[in-house]
């Protein structure tokens, strides 16, 4: 079992990402900081100074399942499975990728059982930290290294 974090804004967990699993069996987290930012960006209309709470997770990732990104209206998500305790990508996202193809490609969907039943707040997914950024009215920067 290894020990990482990963990021999410509380907007994502409210609305309904199904390309990995239901997020009522369960919540998302992103692996990458830098494509949840960029993403959340570009979901937002950005005018003047605004101030952005990004969560930072530390997940005991346990034993996952690589899974191909399902999307479109007739696909239906991957329930959880028993004896695991997350859904992964099998893709890896590239820098060539588009943003929404990065996005997804980034998510961790995180499950627990308790007997039979998957519970909605899994116990090895622990807030860690909250992070603000402020976006000053200009554009984010494209690029994190700078």
């Known amino acids: 079992m290894s020990v990482s974090l990963s990021f999410s804004f509380p907007v994502y967990n409210f609305v309904s990402i199904v390309v990995l699993g239901h997020s009522k069996y369960g919540i998302y987290v992103c692996k990458y900081a830098d494509v949840c930012i960029r993403h959340a960006s570009v979901r937002r209309t950005w005018e003047g100074n605004v101030v952005i709470k990004m969560i930072v997770f ?3 990732e346990g034993k996952q399942t690589a899974a191909l990104v399902r999307k479109g209206p007739k696909l239906q998500p991957i329930a959880p499975t028993a004896q695991f305790t997350s ?3 099998v893709i890896t996202p590239k820098e060539t990728d588009d943003l929404e193809k990065q996005f997804d490609q980034s998510q961790i969907f995180l499950y627990e059982f308790e007997g ?3 519970i909605k707040r899994p116990h090895h997914c622990l807030p860690y930290a909250i992070v603000s950024l402020i976006q ?6 494209s690029n994190f290294d700078d």
């Open 116 to 118: 039979r039943e998957a």
């Open 58 to 60: 530390k997940i005991v």
């Open 87 to 89: 859904h992964c990508s």
């Open 136 to 141: 000053d009215g200009s554009q984010w920067p």
